[in-house]
Nanobody, 119 residues
Framework: QVQLVESGGGLVQAGGSLRLSCTAS????????MAWFRQAPGKEREFVAT????????DYVTSVKGRFTISRDNAKNTVYLQMNSLKPEDTAVYYC????????????WGRGTQVTVSS
């Protein structure tokens, strides 16, 4: 069972930056594809970014391309989301997720960290 703990959320003004971190308990972290999702009030959860186990492959939702960067440090069992040029519409609870090697679904989730961007 993979346990994920997010940190780094907070309140920031539009145009500012935040870096989210997600630390995994599982020693097999280095073999797992990881992702960030977010859910704004009254909206469905949406995919934000993903990174392969090696870090060589990344993908982003169109709305954050050029502003957000996903990265990982397998030695620290941690995945990061660097968020620059933040906009009020980025306000959401951000969740870290790990893809199961068995099901290929994002079966493991953290509890989330709140990001609020003021205008």
């Amino acid at each position: 069972q993979v346990q994920l703990v997010e940190s780094g959320g907070g309140l920031v003004q539009a145009g500012g930056s935040l870096r989210l971190s997600c630390t995994a308990s599982e020693r097999t972290f280095s073999t797992l594809r990881m992702a960030w999702f977010r859910q704004a009030p009254g909206k469905e959860r949406e995919f934000v970014a993903t990174i392969s186990w090696s870090g060589s492959n990344t993908d982003y939702v169109t709305s954050v391309k050029g502003r957000f960067t996903i990265s990982r440090d397998n030695a620290k069992n941690t995945v990061y989301l660097q968020m620059n040029s933040l906009k009020p519409e980025d306000t959401a609870v951000y969740y870290c997720a790990a893809q199961s090697l068995t099901t290929a679904r994002y079966d493991y989730w953290g509890r989330g960290t709140q990001v609020t961007v003021s205008s």
